[in-house]
C-alpha cells in the first residue's frame, strides 16, 4: 500500500511539473456561463443556494460555478459544480475527499456506482454516505473534462496531463450532488441515493452545453 502510494506522489509530481512547462496559451472552446443554467431541470424547479464567501472562492480557484437546490414534489437535490478554465497555474480541481472534512462531513461509506443517463452511455461516479453529528447526507460526484467522465483522482490526473500534451488544453470540471438522508423514515439512506441518481439522470444531457466536450 505504501508503494503505491509514493508512485501516485511521484505521478502527481511529474504531472505538475509537465504541464507546467507545458504551452500556457491554451485553445478552449466556447461554453454557455453558468448564469444562463437553467432552472428547470426535467421535473426538478432550482433556487440559487447563496453565492460563496470571498474567501472560499479563493480556496477554490474556480473561473466559473453554479451553487443551487433543486427541488421536486417532496424531493431535493444540491447541486454544486466547480469550472476550471485552465490548470497549470495552481488552480485545480478539489476533492470533496479533502473539502468535506475540512467542512465537519466525515465519509461513512464509499462506492463507485453506474449511473444510467438516459441517451447517453451510463457514467461511472463516486458515491459517499457523510455524517455530520446526526445529519447524514449522499454524495454523488465526478471529474468532467473534454467530454470524458471519470470518477477517479488519479485517472483524472493522468488525463489532465495526456491533454495539455496531446490537446493543449487543461480545462475541467467537477460536478457534486449532494441529498440528504431523512433519518426519521425508513429506508431513508436509500432513498437519497435514489433521489440522488434520478437528478444525476436529469441533470446530465445538459452539461454538454457548460463543459466543452
Avoid at 101 to 110: D, I, L, N, Q, R
Avoid at 137 to 148: A, L, M, T
Avoid at 160 to 167: K, Y
Wanted: aromatic share 10%.
Amino acid at each position: 500500500m505504501t508503494t503505491r502510494l509514493v508512485v501516485a506522489t511521484l505521478c502527481l509530481v511529474m504531472a505538475s511539473v509537465v504541464i507546467g512547462r507545458a504551452s500556457k496559451m491554451e485553445s478552449v472552446p466556447p461554453r454557455a456561463g453558468f448564469a444562463t443554467f437553467p432552472l428547470t431541470v426535467g421535473e426538478w424547479n432550482g433556487r440559487e443556494a447563496g453565492p460563496f464567501e470571498d474567501r472560499v472562492l479563493r480556496a477554490l480557484g474556480v473561473d466559473d460555478y453554479l451553487n443551487r437546490t433543486y427541488t421536486s414534489q417532496r424531493r431535493a437535490a444540491g447541486l454544486y459544480i466547480g469550472y476550471y478554465r485552465s490548470q497549470r497555474q495552481g488552480d485545480t480541481i478539489h476533492s470533496p475527499l479533502n473539502c468535506l472534512p475540512g467542512s465537519g462531513w466525515e465519509p461513512v461509506t464509499k462506492e463507485r456506482v453506474t449511473i444510467d443517463v438516459g441517451a447517453n452511455p451510463p457514467i461511472a461516479v463516486n458515491q459517499f454516505l457523510i455524517e455530520k453529528g446526526l445529519d447524514r447526507q449522499v454524495v454523488i460526484y465526478w471529474y468532467q473534462s473534454h467530454g470524458r467522465v471519470v470518477a477517479s483522482e488519479y485517472w483524472g490526473k493522468a488525463y489532465l496531463v495526456l491533454d495539455a500534451l496531446r490537446m493543449n488544453r487543461t480545462d475541467g470540471a467537477m460536478v457534486r450532488i449532494v441529498a440528504p438522508v431523512n433519518d426519521r423514515e425508513a429506508g431513508g439512506e436509500l432513498t437519497a441515493q435514489r433521489i440522488a441518481r434520478e437528478f444525476t439522470t436529469s441533470l446530465f444531457p445538459l452539461l454538454s452545453r457548460y463543459l466543452p466536450g
